[in-house]
């Protein structure tokens, strides 16, 4: 049974960071993609950042490049998401996913996605 737990978000003011964290349980082969999502209130899942584990290579949704940094760490089994200059826009609840490879997939689509943790409050005050 694969679990995600995603950690690390907060209350902050503008222009500050947060280091979110996704420890990963139960994935039993590298082979897959990790994505960061965010909802807001009233909005649409959105995917913000995506790394394929195998080869490092990362994706960022056009509104966070630039401020946000996905990254990995294999031996934890953890995924993180660096925000920087953060912006109230960036209030959300933020979730970590994973999912298998395959043809045609778009890591930055919740769609494709299988698992999820519960998410983490991330909230941006001026």
């Known amino acids: 049974q694969v679990q995600l737990v995603e950690s690390g978000g907060g209350s902050v003011q503008v222009g500050g960071s947060l280091r979110l964290s996704c420890v990963v349980d139960?994935?039993?082969?590298?082979?897959?993609?990790m994505g960061w999502f965010r909802q807001a209130p009233g909005k649409a899942r959105e995917g913000v950042a995506a790394?394929?584990?195998?080869?490092?290579?990362?994706y960022y949704a056009l509104s966070v490049k630039g401020r946000f940094t996905i990254s990995q760490d294999v031996a934890m089994n953890t995924v993180y998401l660096q925000i920087d200059s953060l912006k109230p826009e960036d209030t959300a609840i933020y979730y970590c996913?994973?999912?298998?490879?395959?043809?045609?997939?778009?890591?930055?689509?919740?769609?494709?996605?299988?698992?999820w943790g519960h998410g983490t409050q991330v909230t941006v005050s001026s």
């Open positions: 790394i394929y584990i195998p080869n490092d290579r990362t």
């Open positions: 139960g994935y039993g082969t590298s082979d897959h993609y």
């Open positions: 996913a994973a999912t298998a490879p395959t043809g045609g997939l778009w890591p930055l689509s919740a769609d494709n996605y299988k698992y």
